[in-house]
């Protein structure tokens, strides 16, 4: 595996490679020292246009945990109308020596353009609207964890579909094991066409209710300005995970956020304290997930 | 003086095909007739064997890039990549740098083009000054200058009043005004058509919408004024349907659009490929066939490049930052041969109505017609060539085609304007 940009191009036997690898890595973040030879001598280089505590930390510790030399950049967007370009960063990326480059970047399609003008392995931490690969992996290993298989199941997947990078990923990627995925969101936060992909539910009741998972999205604030939600308070009257919902939600139903979560506004705290939810976790299995996904594309194919 | 040996003349749907030899002396067609023998030093003879002549194409909307954006294209380069197309009267849209506002910058272009052009250059004069969307540019004096139209091609006059205006006032110049339908509000960061691509890659979508709204404004400002308007690259199946009961309605409207959308879908944007980026984007495949549809009944009168250049550097970063537009000159015969005629059994003479008498109707110019005593504006067309759309061979200086590693039939090989070879068996000679 050279790149990792997505989870639509990424066939079930390379997902459950990774997720298997990540079962051994977890072992590893266990363990006392926390450290492996696995990359030793290469150059790991996070680049990210948009801010990001939590994936750029669980990447860095990742690549650190297995060894690797670390640098970040971090870009403000406004370079790019200073003159430097994306391409002129890569150009200046590859005379550093980069072996892997982690990338966000607000525009979709951004990890594929580095990816196809560079000799460096590239990883997409997320790309605009389009795809963010390892939270996907890492929400599937969690569920594999939990229920123990990740195979025809329930799943539905609340909020902004829309703008949901992560929403794609996970569509992408859990429909390549034959699970029945199900979406439900304000009508102006969903794409068209949807529903040739997975099922639209009519209500958050039907959403939620009898499902194996369901992952709860993060909502921006800035949809208010441009129009497509009313308020925070409508949207958690009407949209959120909050009391009124929750007794429609089975106790053993996993409840994930790829996080950081606002309170009160998607869920409610009182769901996030249950015991089927999991955002701590996977927060811990997405170092895992990470440190296998390093391993591979670092690794020569022979064929 | 020219001989051009077993032509198969078409000169459009109204006329039969005549196969014939055709002499031309000076830029003059001075006989046309069955085995013309000549004895001349200076005669070159062309073998049409097998080949199809028509009258040289004409394009209502282009850009030139020039005043401004020279490293995309300018005047000369854009006129030998129409000329490569066998395009031998272009109009170039105002939206340069500075656009094409006022008078002295129609003169200048008109200079400009007597200067280095082997082929006719028509300036179309913008609608509001800078291109502003504000106040009326001097329509009048640039008609004096020789602009042929208005637009502000590239934007949307926003405004409906100022629109309405603009319809009113250019109907005293006799002119149309050439409309580019977007609503800006409703296409506000979109990449591409909103539809299952966009929701498959997460790019921002411009709604279908954004264009049909626009084309129904204009429809109904065109009825109230009376004004000839002129609905430029329709890309919908929304708009056509709007087109035609405005035309059934006895609206003074005519419309075009691009070879690109009678032949592409918005899947040519997978895999990020910003050469597919246009505006408006690419549509679906129901829209195609309602654009052939419109083509055959009619409802589209004629085919605009929209040659749009841009450099390679441009093209060659993130989606939402590349600039919208594909070069079109050179494969817009093939592209209509290819998807309408080998593809649709559309008749060969309809491109002929698409590519020369519609467009010159709709400027208020006589057609190109070969027929004795006419200027010898031609091309001859080999239409069993296959080719590949391949970047070292496009002539424009900028290669940003959709249709690069494409495969096109037909083949543009010899372009003869007012006498002059400007292209002769696929090779430039100007
Ligand atoms: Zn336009």
Known sequence: MKHLLGLRDLSKEEIL??????????????????????????SVVTLFYENSTR????????????????????VATSSVQKGESLLDTVRTLEALKTDVLIVRHSVSGAAHFIAKNCSFSVINAGDGMNEHPTQALLDMFTIRERLGKLEKLKIAIIGDILHSRVARSNIWGLKKFENEV???????????????????????????????VVIDLRIQLERQKRGLISSKYEYYEFFGLNEDISKFISKDTLIMHPGPVNRGVEISSEIMNLPNCTIEEQVTNGIAVRMAVLYLCTRKEVN | MILIKNANIINGSTKDTQKADILIVDDKIEKIAPDIEIENPGLKI??????????????????????????????????LSAAAGGFTTICCMPNTNPPIDNRAIVA?????????????????????????????????????????????????????????????????FSIPVISHCEDTNLSEGGQINLGLVSTVLGLRGIPREAESVIVARDILLAKETKAHLHITHVSTKESIELIRMAKEWGVNVTCDTCPHYISLTEEEVMGFNTNAKVNPPLRTEEDVEALIEAIKDGVIDCIATDH????????????????????????????????LVKKKGLDVSKLVELLNINPRRI???????????????????????EWEVKEEDIVSKSKNSIFLGKKLFSFVETVIYEGKILKKDGEMEC
């Open chain 1, 17 to 42: 490679k990774i997720l298997n690898l990540a079962k051994d890595m977890k072992l590893i973040l266990k363990s006392e020292t926390k450290k492996t030879p696995h990359l030793q001598g290469y």
């Open chain 1, 55 to 74: 994936t750029r930390t669980s990447f860095e510790l990742a690549a650190k945990f297995m060894s690797a030399n670390t640098t970040s950049i971090s």
């Open chain 1, 182 to 212: 199900t979406v439900y969101g304000p009508r102006t936060l969903l794409p068209p066409f949807i529903d040739k992909f997975v099922n639209v539910a009519s209500s958050l009741e039907e959403a939620v209710c009898n499902k194996d």
């Open chain 2, 46 to 79: 062309i073998d049409a064997t097998g080949k199809y002549v028509f009258p040289s194409f004409t394009d209502i909307h282009c850009h030139l890039r020039e005043p401004g954006f020279e490293y995309k294209e300018d005047i000369k380069s854009g006129s």
């Open chain 2, 108 to 172: 200048y272009v008109k200079y400009r083009a007597k200067e280095v052009s082997p082929i006719e250059v028509l300036p179309v004069g913008a609608i509001t000054k800078g291109l502003n969307g504000e106040e009326l540019s001097e329509i009048g004096f640039m008609k004096q200058e020789g602009i042929v139209a208005i637009s502000d091609d590239g934007k949307c006059v926003m405004n409906a009043n100022l629109m309405r205006n603009a319809l009113l006032y250019a109907k005293d």
């Open chain 2, 308 to 339: 749009a250049p841009h450099h390679k550097d441009e093209k060659n970063v993130e989606f939402n930052l590349a600039p919208s537009g594909t070069v079109g000159f050179e494969t817009a015969f093939a592209v209509l041969y290819t998807f």
């Open chain 2, 363 to 385: 400027l208020n110019l006589k057609p190109n017609m070969i027929e004795e005593n006419q200027k010898a504006n031609l091309v001859i067309v080999d239409p069993n060539r």
